[in-house]
């Protein structure tokens, strides 16, 4: 085999070898955050609430393309509104309790888990104060009031939560 063949050769394994390895880290939609409390408990030798998190990460869509409506000269969304996919924030709590329940209850438990998040940025939708070539007056254009209007966000979401005892 000749000495370039093998550069080459090894060369795409190398990619290929390198996309395999890397595909596994985007696939997440969430970063698990904890919070360590060991060292506090250990040397305050008392048992703290166990707390952790989980942060989104945005991931843009792709815009709308422009809609053109008839008697307008500018399509009708001349500042497309932007998808965002996200989650909000997630949270997770157990706390230590005194057996002042009876047996069976030694913690409380919260988990808010990251809930899925759907946005749209503003718009903005324009119109010149022209229309366009009017056949009445020889193919000219008329004159008529600009308009303007801002498109508002949007913002879709279901949190969730529970609210628990339990033993530890």
């Known amino acids: 085999m000749k000495s370039t063949t093998r550069i080459l050769a090894a060369a795409v394994l190398t990619g290929v070898a390198a996309a395999v390895g890397a595909a596994p880290a985007v696939a997440a939609d ?24 989980e942060l989104p990460l945005l991931t843009p869509g ?20 932007v998808p965002m996919g996200a989650a909000l924030p997630g949270l997770s709590a157990e706390a230590p309790l005194p057996q002042v329940l009876g047996k069976g209850f030694d913690q409380a438990g919260l988990s808010v888990p990251a809930a899925d998040l759907r946005t749209l940025t503003p718009g903005l939708s ?18 008529k009031e600009p308009q303007a209007a801002v498109l508002t966000p949007l913002l879709q979401t279901a949190p969730t939560g529970v609210l628990g005892l339990g033993s530890m």
Do not use: H
């Open 126 to 143: 324009v119109d010149t104060p022209m229309t366009a070539s009017n056949p009445d007056v020889f193919g000219l254009p008329t004159l």
């Open 62 to 81: 792709v815009p709308e393309g422009p809609r053109y409506v008839e008697g307008q000269m500018i399509p009708a969304s001349a500042l497309p509104q």
């Open 30 to 53: 969430t970063v698990p955050v904890p919070v360590p409390l060991d060292g506090v408990e250990k040397s305050l030798n008392v048992s703290l609430p166990k707390v952790g998190g």
